[in-house]
Structures are given as C-alpha cells and as structure tokens.
C-alpha cells in the first residue's frame, strides 16, 4: 500500500509559477514510477508528466513540454513538478500517482494509488 500527500497548490496569475510536491509512504520509494495527473471541471483526468523510478527518464504530456518539469528526490520519498509560464487552460486539481514498477506510463491505469488531489487556480 502506498500513501501520497499533495501539497503546493494555489492560485497565480498568467506567467507565474508553482512547484506541487507529493510525499508518498508505505512502499520503497525508488521501486516504482510516479506520475501527475490533472482534471478540470467537466473534463476527463488527463496526464501531466511521469518520471521513472530511479529518476533517469522522464515524459511529458505535449502541452506541459517546455513550461513543467517533473523531478524526484529518492531520499526525501518526495515527487515534484515545478509549473512555470502557466496558463489560465491549466487551472485544474493535479493529483500525483504511484505505480507498481519503475517504469512509467502516460495510462490512469497503470497507477493504483492515487493522492487526494491539490488545486492549481491561473488567473488572466
């Protein structure tokens, strides 16, 4: 079983920046991939970005490419993504997601643990 807590939401303007964290327990932390997810209201949950368990590989959703980058840090048992030049089409809850292996996925279904979810509010 694994626990992931989001933290790191808030509301900025057009152009401005936020670093979301997840703090997961339950499992060790660098056997399995993590990912973000964000869904908007009256939208479908989409995928952000996902980075691998040892941290060496990392993808990206087209949309994020260039502003988002997702890290890790393995001893922390910490997952981040820092968002910059952000946009009013960003606004949504972003939730973070744990896998079952190190290898991640763009798929909702291959992460069976979920966070509860932080909001992210751009303004224009």
């Known amino acids: 079983q694994v626990q992931l807590v989001e933290s790191g939401g808030g509301s900025v303007q057009a152009g401005g920046s936020l670093r979301l964290s997840c703090a997961a327990s339950g499992r060790t932390f660098s056997n399995y991939a993590m990912g973000w997810f964000r869904q908007a209201p009256g939208k479908e949950r989409e995928f952000v970005a996902a980075?691998?368990?040892?941290?060496?590989?990392?993808t990206y959703a087209d949309f994020v490419k260039g502003r988002f980058t997702i890290s890790r840090d393995n001893a922390k048992n910490t997952v981040y993504l820092q968002m910059n030049s952000l946009k009013p089409e960003d606004t949504a809850a972003y939730s973070c997601?744990?896998?079952?292996?190190?290898?991640?996925?763009?798929?909702?279904?291959?992460?069976?643990?979920w966070g509860q979810g932080t909001q992210v509010t751009v303004s224009s």
């Open positions: 980075i691998w368990g040892s941290g060496g590989s990392t």
């Open positions: 997601a744990a896998s079952l292996t190190p290898y991640g996925s763009t798929l909702r279904r291959e992460y069976p643990y």
